[in-house]
């Protein structure tokens, strides 16, 4: 584990991209509508046809077919193959306004959200952080990826020792987990995929001696 080298990975790609980008800030905390956007993504379509499913009410969406779902989300741009996640998050969501107490029961909550079916692990630490602002690091390809290349950490670690390397280096970077999550995501779909393109990368400075490690 280095958290010192991340740290400073950190604030590389805050000077190369900039800060939180606009729009995930802007996502109002412990609100339905930001976890549709987290699970289904951002309304990316203006239609003349208007969903009639209404995505903000999710006691609505328990009780409709999957399929009439699944057309709400692609008429609006959406993810329509997470209509059915969508639905049994719907089924698990406490209603307006959440008590803060069930927003902060991070043990619970990751519990409750990894037995339901179609949300993996990494979606489920992005609705943790996201959503109710819990402190998990969503470990996506991508940040496998760019953490083992550069050998913070190896696909051998577990879970809650990427987890820890993630907090202390955002803290130590003095960046929020939102932020550090949204810079390595960034990095990664750009210069971090099934094969490293380090050219321009903003951490190429960072790489160990010899180039990027290789995930086994």
Request: proline content about 8%.
């Amino acid at each position: 584990m280095s958290t010192q080298r991340l740290a400073e990975a950190i604030e590389k790609l805050r000077g190369a991209y900039g800060g939180l980008e606009a729009e995930l800030a802007a996502r109002p905390p412990r609100c339905w509508s930001t976890l549709v956007d987290v699970v289904a993504g951002g309304p990316k379509a203006k239609s003349s046809d208007s969903p009639r499913v209404p995505l903000d009410q999710p006691e609505q969406l328990v009780k409709l077919p999957v399929e009439a779902l699944q057309e709400a989300l692609k008429v609006t741009g959406r993810d329509q193959r997470r209509a059915g996640a969508l639905q049994a998050l719907a089924n698990w969501w406490p209603g307006d306004d959440p008590d803060e107490s069930w927003c902060e029961d991070h043990e619970r909550r990751h519990r409750e959200l990894t037995a339901i079916r179609g949300v993996g692990h990494e979606l489920v630490d992005r609705i943790l952080l996201l959503v109710l602002g819990l402190p998990a690091m969503p470990l996506s390809r991508a940040a496998l990826r760019v953490g083992c290349r550069h050998g913070w950490s190896g696909l051998e670690s577990e879970y809650d020792e990427w987890q820890h390397l993630f907090r202390q280096a955002a803290e130590l970077a003095d960046s929020s987990l939102p932020e550090v999550w949204w810079l390595i995501n960034r990095v990664g779909r750009s210069h971090c995929g099934s094969r490293p393109r380090c050219d321009d990368c903003p951490l190429e400075s960072l790489l160990p001696e010899g180039g990027p490690y290789e995930p086994e």
